[in-house]
C-alpha cells in the first residue's frame, strides 16, 4: 500500500524489484540522507527522493513489505466493539414513603 507505479518504475530503475528488495530497505535509502565530511555537507539522494513522501510514510511502506514478504507478522487487529452494551446496575426502587417524602 502507498506505492504508485512511477514509484515501482523509480525504484526497479535501482534494481529494487521484488518485494524481498524493497524489504530489505531502509528508510534512508528510500528518502536519502545528509552526510557531513571534512566540514562538507553532502545531500545523497534516495530511490524516492523525488516523490512527497514522509519519513513515516516510508517506514510504513518498508513495514508492509516485511509483512507481506513473510519477515514479520502483522500487528493483531484491534477487537472491534459487538455493539453490546453493559448493563447499568439500577437503584432499588423507591417505596411509597420514599416517593412521598420526594415530593414534599
Known amino acids: ?8 518504475v523509480s525504484l526497479g530503475e535501482s534494481d529494487v524489484r521484488k518485494v524481498e528488495d524493497f524489504a530489505d530497505c531502509a528508510t ?17 539522494s534516495g530511490y ?6 514522509t519519513r513515516e ?4 511502506m518498508i513495514l508492509n513489505a516485511r509483512i ?3 519477515w514479520i507478522e502483522a500487528a493483531p ?3 472491534e466493539e459487538s455493539g453490546e452494551t453493559a448493563e447499568i446496575d439500577e437503584a432499588e426502587p423507591r417505596t411509597e414513603v420514599e416517593e412521598e417524602a420526594s415530593k414534599s
Open 1 to 8: 500500500p502507498g506505492i504508485t507505479k512511477s514509484m515501482l
Open 28 to 44: 534512508d535509502d528510500l528518502l536519502g540522507w545528509t552526510e557531513k565530511k571534512n566540514g562538507e555537507v553532502t545531500r545523497h
Open 48 to 53: 524516492l527522493t523525488s516523490f512527497d513522501l
Open 57 to 60: 510514510d516510508a517506514e510504513q
Open 68 to 70: 507481506h514478504a513473510g
Open 77 to 79: 487487529e484491534p477487537e
